[in-house]
């Protein structure tokens, strides 16, 4: 497993932008494919976007395609979130997560390791 530490949540007006950092520690990071996921409060987590091994190929929710971008630096051991346009609605804790199924799946029960979260909350 991975340890994972998200960073960059923060309060933003609509249409402003955030980034945020997931750092993994570990030598075999490059090994997992990592996704991004959020659960807004009354609701269910949900996949935001996901990157393969590799960084070559990514999905992304219907819900921030055009908007979002994921992207990892296998160097520095960190994927990132993008994330410009934002609406209210994309108010929610977000939160990292590493697979080892390194394909990139977006179902949450192949992810084994979780950050602890970081809250992004939108203004209208």
């Known amino acids: 497993q991975v340890q994972l530490v998200e960073s960059g949540g923060g309060l933003v007006q609509a249409g402003g932008s955030l980034r945020l950092s997931c750092a993994a520690s570990g030598r075999t990071f490059s090994r997992y494919a990592m996704g991004w996921f959020r659960q807004a409060p009354g609701k269910e987590r949900d996949v935001v976007a996901v990157i393969n091994w590799s960084g070559g190929s990514t999905y992304y929710a219907d819900s921030v395609k055009g908007r979002f971008t994921i992207s990892r630096d296998n160097a520095k051991n960190t994927v990132y979130l993008q994330m410009n346009s934002l609406k209210p609605e994309d108010t929610a804790v977000y939160y990292c997560?590493?697979?080892?199924?390194?394909?990139?799946?977006?179902?949450?029960?192949?992810?084994?390791?979780w950050g602890q979260g970081t809250q992004v909350t939108v203004s209208s």
């Open positions: 997560a590493a697979s080892p199924n390194g394909l990139g799946p977006i179902r949450e029960y192949e992810y084994g390791s």
